[in-house]
């Protein structure tokens, strides 16, 4: 009798934890838990892989410019030449993917002038990084790094969805 008794609690302690488990799978199905919130086609992950190259080379420079690592003049320059070269990159990918845009919004092809004009902006601010580093004076460099990180924000800002 008391492995009769004992089997009955195993089993209504199985039927609990399975309508627990079911119950937070169905809740996390609900909400999109584990799915992402943004899909992603390959275009859009080809644009984020492009941006994601930069950043090497933004996060190196802005360590030296906050005074974190000390300002190397050479490894500057280098960086801001790289940089340069790889910001031109993601914009050969904003075409519209049908497949997802991940967390590019919509207003960037509804409103292309405004985000042509934001990608112009942040052309001629890496521009100016990268010839102010090539002076290796440190606040010139400063003032345009400083101006270069405005207008990522100011992009993100308008044409990027928050991360969930």
């Not at 904003?94 to 042509?116: I, Y």
Request: aromatic share 8%.
């Amino acid at each position: 009798m008391n492995n009769k008794i004992l089997s009955q609690d195993t089993k209504a302690m199985n039927t609990k934890l399975f309508s627990a488990a079911l119950l937070a799978a169905l809740t996390l199905a609900a909400c999109g838990g584990g799915a992402p919130a943004q899909p992603k086609g390959p275009i859009s992950e080809d644009r984020t892989t492009a941006f994601k190259s930069m950043m090497p080379e933004f996060s190196s420079m802005g360590k030296m410019v906050k005074g974190e690592e000390p300002y190397d003049v050479e490894k500057f320059k280098q960086a801001a030449a790289t940089f340069a070269e790889t910001s031109k990159k993601p914009f050969t990918f904003f075409q519209s993917d049908d497949k997802g845009n991940g967390r590019a919004l919509p207003a960037v092809w509804s409103d292309a002038a405004k985000f042509k004009a934001e990608e112009d902006k942040f052309a001629a601010a890496v521009e100016k990084l990268n010839a102010a580093a090539q002076t290796g004076k440190l606040e010139e460099i400063k003032a345009a790094y400083g101006e270069t990180g405005a207008s990522c924000k100011s992009c993100h800002d308008t044409f990027r969805a928050p991360e969930e």
